[in-house]
């Protein structure tokens, strides 16, 4: 079965940080990810930029506007896909990755939401 997660984070909360704490957190993710990887099952990760634009039709025309849904409080920073048994495995592979494992990341709101996919075209 294929996973879909989506790690969010809180905007407020990592603006309100110098810069260089944020990269010493982020220098903390590398060895974890690579332990992630290690799994064999991870098909792909991303980290997002912070531009946001969202697309809806209107009217029989497609309106571009910026930003996330509205009021977000939370963000999406990263997606990554990957192959397991179940939701069970799923998560336990999840609570791999550096959103649940670096202890700072609790302080900027860093969380993952696990999917089920139940679509996936791959023309590999």
């Known amino acids: ?12 909360k990592m603006d309100a940080r110098p810069r260089a704490e944020i990269e010493a957190v982020m220098n903390e993710c590398q060895p974890v990810v690579e332990t ?21 039709r209107v009217n029989d025309e497609i309106v ?16 990554f896909i990957f192959e397991a048994e179940n939701m069970d495995e799923a998560i336990q592979l999840a609570s791999l990755h550096p959103t649940t494992q670096i202890t700072r990341g609790e302080e900027f709101g860093w969380r993952i939401e696990v999917r089920p996919v139940h679509f996936i075209k791959n023309d590999q």
């Open 1 to 12: 079965m294929i996973f879909l997660c989506m790690g969010y984070f809180s905007p407020e």
């Open 64 to 79: 571009v506007t910026d930003g996330p849904f509205t009021e977000t409080k939370e963000l999406v920073g990263s997606v």
């Open 36 to 56: 992630f990887y290690k799994s064999g099952k991870v098909l792909l990760d991303a980290g997002l930029e912070s531009e946001v634009k969202s697309l809806r």
